[in-house]
C-alpha cells in the first residue's frame, strides 16, 4: 500500500519493497553506481541478500519512492545500518533528506542507539547531507583493484599446505574459518544462513574462481569469489585465514590464485573491499592490488524517545 511518508515532495508516494521489486532496485542502484563510478558494482545477488537480513521486515524496514509516472525514484532500507539510494535524475527534491529522516525514525522505533551508512566519498552531497544530520565518520572503506594484462603469477605453496578450488561439501567448513577471522573485528557473528546468502548461494558465486588451502587436511583459508556479470571483472568477496595458520604466506597465495584463475577466464582485472578495521590492507597492497575508490562509513547516535 502507497502512503505518504512526511517530508516528500509532491508528486511522489512511498511504499514498502516486495520480492517483485528486486530488479527495479538493482536498475536503481546500478544508474547511482554508473553515475558515480562509471560502470556497476553490485548484483541482483546481494540486493537480494541484503533484504533477506535477519530480523528485516520488508513492510516496516524498507521504503521505495516512485514518481507521478509509477517510477522508482529512491530507496531506502534500515536494520542496524541503512542505505539510501536516489536515482541521479530525482535528486536535489529532497528525497534523500526524506528517507534519512524515515530511517532514523524506524531505527528509533526498534530501540536503535544508533544508525550507520556507508557514502562514497566521491558522492559530495551526499557526505555534505549527512554531515548537516549530525553524522559522523567511523570507518574507511575502500575498493580495491587487481589489473591484469598479463597472466599472474602464482608463489609456491608453504611447506605442507595444498591449494585447490571451491567444491560441493566445503560451505560449512568455510563459513567457519571465515567467521572464527572475523570475529576479532565484525560487531556480530553471522549464522550460516545469513553468511550463505552473501557468499555460496549467491547467483554470482563462483566456485572455479574461488580457492582454499588445506593443512593436513584441514580448511586454514578461504578466497571466495563472485562473477558478476555486469562488470566483466573477477570479485573477491571474503579472504580468511584461521589464526594459527597466518604470516606463513597463505593469503598471498590464495589471492594470487583467484587472480590467475579469473584471469583464464578473459577477465582483465579483480576487484575486493576492505575497510581500516580489518587491518588488510596493506596486504593486498603488498599482492598488488591498488585503491580504486574509497567510502565512509558514518554513524549517528540517536536520542531515545
Request: net charge negative.
Amino acid at each position: 500500500m502507497s502512503d505518504l511518508m512526511p517530508g516528500l515532495p509532491p508528486g511522489y508516494r512511498a511504499r514498502q519493497s516486495t520480492a517483485e521489486d528486486l530488479g527495479d532496485i538493482h536498475r536503481l542502484v546500478a544508474a547511482c553506481e554508473r553515475e558515480l563510478y562509471g560502470q556497476v558494482h553490485t548484483d541482483r545477488g546481494r540486493i537480494a541478500a541484503d533484504l533477506a537480513r535477519p530480523g528485516l521486515d520488508p513492510e516496516l524496514d524498507t521504503r521505495l519512492v516512485h514518481d507521478r509516472a509509477g517510477q522508482l525514484a529512491a530507496r531506502a532500507w534500515v536494520n542496524r545500518r541503512s542505505e539510501v539510494d536516489v536515482h541521479p535524475e530525482h535528486r536535489g527534491h529532497g528525497l534523500g533528506g526524506a528517507l534519512l529522516d524515515w530511517a532514523e525514525a524506524r531505527a528509533r522505533q526498534t530501540g536503535g542507539k544508533r544508525i550507520v551508512q556507508t557514502v562514497p566519498d566521491n558522492d559530495r552531497n551526499a557526505v555534505a547531507l549527512l554531515r548537516s544530520r549530525g553524522y559522523e565518520p567511523m570507518v574507511t572503506e575502500w575498493l580495491l583493484e587487481f589489473l591484469m594484462p598479463e597472466k599472474p603469477s602464482v608463489p609456491e605453496p608453504p611447506a605442507g599446505i595444498t591449494v585447490r578450488p571451491f567444491g560441493p561439501g566445503d560451505e560449512h567448513d568455510a563459513h567457519q574459518v571465515v567467521e572464527d577471522a572475523f570475529d576479532e573485528w565484525q560487531q556480530r557473528r553471522r549464522t550460516y544462513q545469513e553468511w550463505a546468502r552473501h557468499t555460496v548461494e549467491r547467483p554470482g558465486f563462483a566456485p572455479a574462481m574461488s580457492s582454499l588451502a588445506f593443512a593436513e587436511g584441514q580448511l586454514v583459508g578461504v578466497a571466495l569469489s563472485l562473477d558478476l556479470p555486469d562488470t566483466c571483472e573477477g570479485y573477491i568477496e571474503q579472504v580468511a585465514v584461521r589464526r594459527d595458520h597466518r604470516n606463513r604466506g597463505i593469503a598471498r597465495l590464495l589471492l594470487r590464485t583467484v587472480f590467475r584463475s579469473f584471469h583464464q577466464q578473459g577477465r582483465h582485472a579483480c576487484t575486493l573491499a576492505t575497510h581500516s578495521e580489518t587491518g588488510a590492507l596493506d596486504l593486498y597492497l603488498s599482492v598488488g592490488m591498488g585503491v580504486r575508490h574509497s567510502s565512509t562509513v558514518f554513524h549517528k547516535e540517536l536520542p531515545t524517545e
